[in-house]
């Protein structure tokens, strides 16, 4: 069965720039998360998905992030500007609801540098 | 979703056992315990998880005790590609729950030829 797909794998913006990630879950997944991993830390969920329809948003900062998932499939996260501090790889994870499903896959990430 | 306490890094020989352990103290009834590894530049891997019993699979075992209020993860024989960082989760599962994937800071396993 295909992974978690996401791309770019690598990107380098300037600040204040915008920038866009795309995931493309496991087929079949309901549930979609976004996570932020800065450096030497743990991933940071960012939003989390069921179908089309946002669970939890809390610690996206949403003056500057959006995330959407048209059609309940594909994903994309933005930020607009982006700032120094934004500089972290991006992960995206997939799950199949259910008891013995609900496991979440990730992708490879996307690392972002803000210079 | 309850909190948890790992030690942030740990040594083991290649060949021999690594016990790596997670204290869960707050852990409620319908949460279970998760563990993730992540090795270097790549996306978190699900390992193993449980409730109340111990569980094995190909990769690791995990025992929880009967308080439920730590469990340790055992990899029974370390290989060097087992290097990497491993996370315990405790959440209710499925989603539909309220379950999410939160992780901490992780204990950082580095296995030595």
């Known amino acids: 069965e295909a992974g978690v797909a996401q791309s770019p794998r690598y990107k380098i913006i300037e600040k204040r720039q915008s920038v866009a990630f795309w995931c493309n879950p496991i087929?079949?997944?309901?549930?979609l998360y976004w996570y932020q991993q800065i450096l030497g830390q743990g991933p940071k969920l960012l939003i989390q998905f069921q179908n089309n329809g946002v669970v939890d948003d809390s610690q996206l900062p949403k003056d500057r992030f959006s995330a959407e998932r048209l059609k309940g499939v594909d994903s994309t996260l933005k930020i607009q500007p982006a700032k120094l501090e934004d500089s972290a790889v991006y992960l995206c994870a997939s799950s199949l609801d259910g008891l013995a499903g609900d496991l979440g896959f990730f992708g490879p990430g996307t690392r972002l540098t803000v210079l | 979703d309850a909190k948890t306490t790992q030690p942030p890094s740990m040594d083991c020989a290649e060949g021999r056992a690594a016990n790596l352990p997670c204290n869960h103290s707050?852990?409620?009834?319908?949460?279970?315990v998760y563990w993730y590894r992540q090795i270097h530049s790549q996306g978190p891997q699900y390992i193993i998880h449980?409730?109340?019993n111990n569980e094995t699979n190909e990769m690791a075992s995990l025992i929880i005790t009967e308080d439920r209020k730590s469990s340790t993860l055992i990899l029974p024989h370390a290989t060097l590609r087992d290097t990497a960082v491993y996370y315990c989760i405790v959440r209710v599962s499925p989603w539909s729950q309220g379950g999410k994937l939160i992780f901490g800071q992780g204990t950082e396993l580095s296995v030595k030829p």
């Open positions: 707050t852990i409620s009834g319908n949460e279970y």
């Open positions: 087929s079949g997944h309901a549930t």
């Open positions: 449980g409730l109340k």
